[in-house]
């Protein structure tokens, strides 16, 4: 157990219904990674926080999705109108930045994953 | 091409025996991350490295920056060990992953 936890951990879905997943990173933690995997490959990039701000987002995360972080802690990852390309398990990370600019990188630390299957 | 490549893709060995798996990244990095992740999908961070070399108990990790590649090495391997090891390299933020490297470790 990293200290991040993932609800739920499985959901399936029928196509066209929205789905959301929520992730708690490690508390003192002020950053938080949402990452994509599909099956044998490995995980893909989408978007993350610092603290309540969404820094970056990939060009993966299509209008369809939207992620928020309200109060600088817990996350939602909102999947709205779902596919069957959005079939995937979903990753989120956390880790503690200390805001050095070029300083050293920081290990991220990944929850259990939500497996999503899209019918 | 994929900014990170690793290989093999599948690896079975006995039990006791010595593994190598390689990564090849194509970019800058600031640090160059080995994880592992085991059926169900939980993710454990193994390494982080920019320079040098790393140990871990039975695990080795290495990183030459001028080739832009990193090796994994488990010694007197278990079948605990079987796993898929993935690196990852980091630039600004980000991760960004290899496919993975599948581990069977036979009794």
């Known amino acids: 157990d990293t200290g991040v936890s993932q609800n739920p951990r499985h959901k399936i879905t029928k196509r066209g219904q929205n789905v959301t997943f929520r992730c708690d990173p490690i508390s003192e933690h002020n950053r938080l990674y949402w990452y994509r995997q599909t099956l044998g490959q490995g995980p893909e990039f989408l978007t993350y926080f610092q603290n309540e701000a969404q820094l970056e987002k990939s060009r993966l995360l299509s209008d369809r999705f939207s992620a928020e972080r309200p109060k600088g802690s817990f996350s939602t990852l909102e999947i709205q109108r779902t596919e069957q390309g959005d079939s995937a398990m979903y990753l989120c990370a956390s880790s503690s930045h200390r805001g050095l600019a070029g300083g050293p990188r920081e290990t991220q630390y990944f929850g259990p994953g939500t497996r999503l299957l899209v019918l | 091409k994929n900014e990170v490549e690793q290989s093999p893709q599948n690896l079975t060995a006995q039990e006791g025996e010595f593994i190598t798996i390689n990564c090849s990244y194509s970019?800058?990095?600031?640090?160059l991350h080995w994880l592992q992740q085991h059926p169900g999908g939980g993710i454990v961070s193994l390494f982080m490295?920019?320079?040098g070399k790393k140990k871990h108990g039975r695990l080795i990790a290495t990183i030459n920056i001028q080739e832009k590649h990193s090796s994994l090495h488990i010694t007197a391997s278990h079948p605990r060990d079987s796993a898929v090891y993935i690196c990852?390299?980091?630039?600004?933020?980000?991760?960004?992953f290899g496919q993975g490297t599948r581990l069977t470790i036979n009794p």
């Open positions: 490295l920019s320079s």
């Open positions: 970019v800058g990095i600031s640090a």
């Open positions: 990852a390299h980091q630039g600004a933020q980000k991760l960004v």
